[in-house]
């Protein structure tokens, strides 16, 4: 049986090294896959891990149709023997509804990769609606760890390493980015309830057994 199938976690988990990996395992076997993409890191109509690996990659916008491009692939003579999601958690919650067609109206699998949350710690719309329809949600085994040792489980967005929770939903941004730019940090719940960035910490601003600060 064919199976939508969403794989999440934080940022820096390896998502999308996973995604890689089973394209690179299905390939080696003879199979032919549709890859759709968003906003990756490496620029427009690309799939790519930290670790240096990069494939071609179909860009979703706005309006695209993901069920109708897989049956115009078909209908023109392609292969399309499973599709592969990375950032999904920016496709639109109808977006999703036509992976679940491409499983069920065209018996393919599709896998779909993606964080579930903002920097808000609120479900992106695409991520929720994946968490509705999959067959199966897989949480990715490789645990992304916070400046403190921990768990990583929350992303947070900063500008010069200081933690913002104001503004839009989606802003491309990655860890590790120049000074003055956006970019984002895994952390802890506790460390990310009370803003507590790497840099924050490293600048001895507030110590890790202060009570947290109420910002409401």
């Known amino acids: 049986m064919s199976e939508l199938v969403f794989f999440c976690g934080t940022m820096d988990c390896g998502k999308s090294t996973l995604a890689l990996q089973i394209v690179h395992n299905r390939t080696a076997r003879g199979l032919q896959s549709v890859i759709f993409t968003r906003n990756d890191r490496a620029g427009e109509g690309k799939l790519s891990s930290r670790l240096g690996l990069v494939t071609e990659a179909v860009e979703v916008a706005d309006d ?3 069920y109708g491009y897989a049956v115009g692939r078909i209908s023109r003579g392609g292969r399309v023997d499973y599709v592969v999601v990375d950032e999904a958690q920016f496709l639109a919650p109808v ?3 036509q992976l679940a067609r491409v499983v ?3 018996g393919k699998d599709v896998y ?4 579930t ?3 808000r710690t609120r479900l992106f ?3 929720q609606r994946l968490m509705e329809l999959a067959d199966r949600v897989e949480a990715l085994q490789v645990e992304a760890l916070c400046w403190c040792g921990a768990r990583a489980t929350h992303n947070a967005r ?3 390493g200081v933690m913002v929770v104001e503004g839009e939903q989606v802003v491309i941004g990655d860890v590790d980015r120049d000074a003055g730019e956006t970019g984002y940090e895994v952390l802890c719940r506790r460390h990310h309830r009370r803003r ?5 910490a490293g600048a001895g601003a507030l110590s890790p057994d202060v009570l947290p600060v109420n910002h409401d």
């Open 104 to 106: 069920d109206d065209l």
């Open 125 to 127: 719309p695409g991520s």
């Open 158 to 160: 900063t500008v010069d």
């Open 95 to 97: 977006q999703v509804d």
């Open 196 to 200: 507590m960035t790497s840099a924050v």
């Open 112 to 115: 779909a990769f993606g964080i």
């Open 117 to 119: 949350t903002d920097f």
């Open 64 to 66: 695209s149709d993901l």
